[in-house]
């Protein structure tokens, strides 16, 4: 397995994450107003680059192929000369490709500057988060999980981390891959890993709402797991299904409360077959499929993102925030004795 997210990082190693406080919904859409109308004007701005660039192409590529085409002609026609022909007209056929590249390339200019003004002034909105484009959460961890299928390649971006109550908080976009370049990724979405600062759960348990992946792998990969059963009184709270090499503890752990914000958290990323691990201890770690992209630019001629779709954000990031609420993990250790981790 080759991990092409080559700037993951362990949460050991990541740099100190900033204190995450939940920001107030008028508070938030005060500063998201502020900040989409400066996002709009730096749309409209590379827009209008983009649109100069493509006369410019049009303009000076159809002058190149008019006088390609008219050398074309003269020397075959005039000299017998095919060589200088195809020459003539391979020059003009290179020279509107250069130009349409030139043009094109405004677009990934747009999106760079999209994330590196807008996610981070974002990130600080909704709570006070750090954005990394380019990080994720360390490949070594993710292998620990039980969780991550088979795969060659391992893409992270679009990495948010803060400490929430003393929990460290990571999530990015995640995709991982086969071999074959275009064949369609083996997951899509977003991983989530909360670091507690210390021990508060024991065994490994996984809970997951995707059938067919407990059906896979119940047999094979997590047969030496027991299940475990946990009714509540909303039957859309009871799609997990839970496994843990200790069911007693898993019993004591997992009760109503969590099963809710787990299914609520998948209703918000679009009724997503969200899977969880709890392991080592201290570590929580959410495998949310999702087709959306979170925090990509939207199309350069398609206004910024509105205000709905900074709010869904908003939603989306305080639902993990749930999950850390939950049993109060933030509360120190009962042992005096026990350091932070990291």
């Known amino acids: ?93 290179t020279i509107p490709i250069l130009l349409n590249s030139w043009s094109v390339s405004i677009l990934q200019d747009y999106k760079k500057s999209y994330k590196r003004e807008f996610l981070p002034r974002l990130g600080q909105a909704i709570g006070g988060f750090k954005f990394h484009p380019e990080r994720g959460i360390s490949s070594k961890i993710i292998a620990k999980t039980g969780l991550i299928p088979k795969h060659d390649f391992y893409e992270a971006e679009d990495c ?38 210390s021990t508060v759960f024991e065994g490994h348990t996984i809970l997951t709402a995707d059938e067919t992946l407990y059906q896979k792998w119940k047999p094979s990969r997590w047969q030496k797991l027991q299940d475990v059963r946990i009714k509540t009184g909303n039957e859309q709270w009871d799609r997990f299904q839970i ?18 914000e787990l299914s609520e958290a998948a209703d918000i990323f679009d009724e997503s077959p969200l899977s969880a691990a709890l392991f080592r201890g201290k570590f929580i770690f959410l495998m ?38 939950v049993f109060e993990l933030y509360e120190p250790a009962k042992n005096p004795g026990e350091s932070p981790a990291g």
Request: charged residues 30%; aromatic residues 8%; hydrophobic residues 40%.
């Open 1 to 93: 397995m080759t991990d092409k997210n080559e700037k993951a990082e362990d949460t050991a190693e990541a740099p100190e994450q900033t204190d995450v406080l939940r920001a107030h919904d008028d508070e938030f859409y005060q500063e998201i107003e502020a900040l989409i109308r400066e996002a709009e004007s730096t749309r409209l701005s590379f827009m209008k680059r983009h649109r100069t660039r493509g006369h410019i192409s049009m303009t000076l590529g159809l002058i190149s192929l008019t006088i390609g085409a008219s050398g074309f002609g003269w020397y075959l026609l005039m000299d017998g000369d095919i060589v200088r022909a195809a020459g003539s007209m391979l020059i003009a056929l």
């Open 160 to 197: 948010f981390m803060g400490k929430y109550k003393g929990v460290k908080v990571l999530f990015s976009e995640a995709r991982l891959r086969h071999k074959k370049k275009y064949a369609e990724p083996i997951f899509d979405g977003v991983f989530v890993l909360l670091e507690i600062p």
């Open 243 to 260: 496994v843990s090499d200790n069911p007693e503890a898993a019993k004591l752990l997992i009760g109503e409360r969590f099963l809710k």
């Open 288 to 325: 949310i499929p999702y087709k959306g992209d979170m925090f990509e630019a939207s199309d350069i001629h398609v206004p910024v993102a509105t205000k709905q779709h900074a709010m869904r954000c908003k939603r989306e990031i305080e639902q993990i925030l749930e999950i850390i609420d």
